[in-house]
């Protein structure tokens, strides 16, 4: 089964709209036209305006949100609600990053309400999930990856799988420099495909793209992206030049 490609940068609480011109300028010029890599940008919720403005013409970018509220509206100050990224132009929201969920407790219950909600408003939803040391030590790996699969997907139909990509991320490799090896990415992977087999059959497994997340940089891309369950990258630190994310990109389309 050929999967497309996604490689995502996920800028964090960094880039600010002014820099997120200059970095823009840059990166947009080197991909003004269609590759066989789905490339996206992860802005902030104050970048994301000024990113779409810029991103908008461009055939081959996408833009990410970093999280979302699942409420549609009301009285939830200091949350953004998918009426308002769909407004902006947003076309995928990063959801369940390990930063959210260890910093501002949110669980597989909420991050599903998420999911539900960013799918019903025509967006597609990056979906992160990730183990952390302690547990792959202590032999939880594989029911700690169900277990945020099974709670974070609940009630998500076949079809809706289409528009779901899910990030494996291992949360000691998320900015320490440490990234897994391809031989520990792909293994997993094949197991987070195994458990997608499980809930919604194999045609949905084999479809689903799903990503590897935790220090991604030009020098390991190439080698993690030949594997075969690993379809692109959510990258943090080597996305925020612009340069350094185009490489990424590139080992994508080569590969
Ligand atoms: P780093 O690439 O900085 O390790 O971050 C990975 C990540 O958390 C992307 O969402």
Redesign the pocket.
């Given at each position: 089964m050929s999967r497309k490609p996604i490689i995502a940068a996920?800028w964090k609480m960094n880039v600010t709209p002014s820099e997120a011109v200059t970095y823009l300028d840059t990166f947009l010029s080197t991909f003004s036209q269609p590759v066989n890599v789905d490339i996206v940008i992860g802005a902030s919720f104050v970048t994301l305006p000024k990113a779409a403005e810029l991103i908008g013409p461009n055939p081959a970018v996408d833009l990410a949100a970093q999280n979302m509220s699942h409420e549609a509206n009301g009285a939830f100050t200091g949350e953004t609600s998918a009426a308002m990224l769909n407004d902006v132009g947003v076309d995928y929201v990063i959801l369940g990053?390990?930063e959210r969920r260890s910093l501002y407790g949110e669980d597989d219950a909420v991050i599903n309400k998420k999911v539900h909600a960013t799918l019903a408003a025509g967006m597609k939803p990056i979906l992160?999930i990730g183990e952390s040391l302690e547990e792959r030590e202590g032999g939880q790996l594989e029911s700690v990856l169900t277990s945020q699969l099974e709670g974070s997907l609940a009630g998500i139909s076949a079809d809706q799988m289409a528009d779901i990509v899910i990030?494996y991320?291992p949360v000691w490799?998320?900015?320490?420099g440490v990234t897994a090896s391809k031989e520990q990415a792909q293994e997993t992977q094949a197991f987070v495909r195994s458990v997608l087999e499980k809930i919604f059959g194999s045609d949905v497994a084999g479809a689903t793209r799903i990503q590897y997340?935790?220090?991604?940089k030009p020098g390991n891309a190439e080698e993690l992206i030949n594997q075969p369950d690993i379809d692109g990258f959510?990258?943090?630190?080597?996305a925020l030049d612009p340069n350094s994310f185009a490489e990424i990109v590139g080992a994508g389309i080569g590969g």
């Amino acid at each position: 089964m050929s999967r497309k490609p996604i490689i995502a940068a996920n800028w964090k609480m960094n880039v600010t709209p002014s820099e997120a011109v200059t970095y823009l300028d840059t990166f947009l010029s080197t991909f003004s036209q269609p590759v066989n890599v789905d490339i996206v940008i992860g802005a902030s919720f104050v970048t994301l305006p000024k990113a779409a403005e810029l991103i908008g013409p461009n055939p081959a970018v996408d833009l990410a949100a970093q999280n979302m509220s699942h409420e549609a509206n009301g009285a939830f100050t200091g949350e953004t609600s998918a009426a308002m990224l769909n407004d902006v132009g947003v076309d995928y929201v990063i959801l369940g990053h390990s930063e959210r969920r260890s910093l501002y407790g949110e669980d597989d219950a909420v991050i599903n309400k998420k999911v539900h909600a960013t799918l019903a408003a025509g967006m597609k939803p990056i979906l992160c999930i990730g183990e952390s040391l302690e547990e792959r030590e202590g032999g939880q790996l594989e029911s700690v990856l169900t277990s945020q699969l099974e709670g974070s997907l609940a009630g998500i139909s076949a079809d809706q799988m289409a528009d779901i990509v899910i990030a494996y991320e291992p949360v000691w490799a998320i900015g320490t420099g440490v990234t897994a090896s391809k031989e520990q990415a792909q293994e997993t992977q094949a197991f987070v495909r195994s458990v997608l087999e499980k809930i919604f059959g194999s045609d949905v497994a084999g479809a689903t793209r799903i990503q590897y997340g935790g220090s991604v940089k030009p020098g390991n891309a190439e080698e993690l992206i030949n594997q075969p369950d690993i379809d692109g990258f959510l990258v943090g630190g080597a996305a925020l030049d612009p340069n350094s994310f185009a490489e990424i990109v590139g080992a994508g389309i080569g590969g």
